[in-house]
């Protein structure tokens, strides 16, 4: 499997992780305060934050009917705790940031452009680029230890 493979398929892993994360139905388990989605967050950041996360969770109502009735298999879990420990990896915080930015949005009714320009404050393409440079440290990381990237759940992905 070539380096570009390998990148598509973190990506849709973390892409997964963070489909099952927002299926999983036990409170407590998800991110408390915006500060542990990633670490060293000014008071600017956490409120600006805080307005998106709130703009979500009014567009998400109506679409978390359908992901409560999903059933979580312990596949899908163990995938979800690999591919969430990934994000520690990446040594630039910025592009931590970023990849994270990125896989949330895939996951939520939110675009990744309005997010980029009013949490991260960057525009999308330098926020994709930071994103890329993380998903390729993990490869990176990935491929030095000769660790085997499992395959996403497709249905997950789409």
Not at 86 to 108: G, I, S
Not at 114 to 137: C, H, I, P, Q, Y
């Amino acid at each position: 499997m070539d380096f570009a493979e390998q990148e598509m398929i973190v990506r849709a892993r973390l892409k997964e992780a963070y489909h099952v994360l927002r299926c999983l139905q036990v409170s407590g388990l998800r991110p408390a305060a915006p500060t542990s989605l990633w670490p060293a967050c000014s008071d600017e950041e956490k409120r600006s934050i805080q307005d998106v996360l709130a703009y979500i969770r009014e567009k998400r109502k109506k679409q978390d009917k359908q992901y409560a009735k999903k059933r979580l298999t312990p596949a899908e879990i163990s995938r979800m705790d690999e591919a969430l420990g990934w994000m520690f990896l990446p040594q630039n915080e910025e592009e931590r940031k970023a990849l994270t930015a990125w896989a949330f949005c895939k996951t939520h009714p939110v675009s990744f452009q309005r997010f980029s320009e009013n949490v991260l404050g960057v525009k999308e393409n330098t926020a994709r680029a930071r994103a890329g440079r993380a998903a390729r440290d993990i490869v990176l990381h990935l491929m030095v230890n000769n660790a085997s990237i499992k395959q996403p759940d497709i249905a997950a992905t789409l």
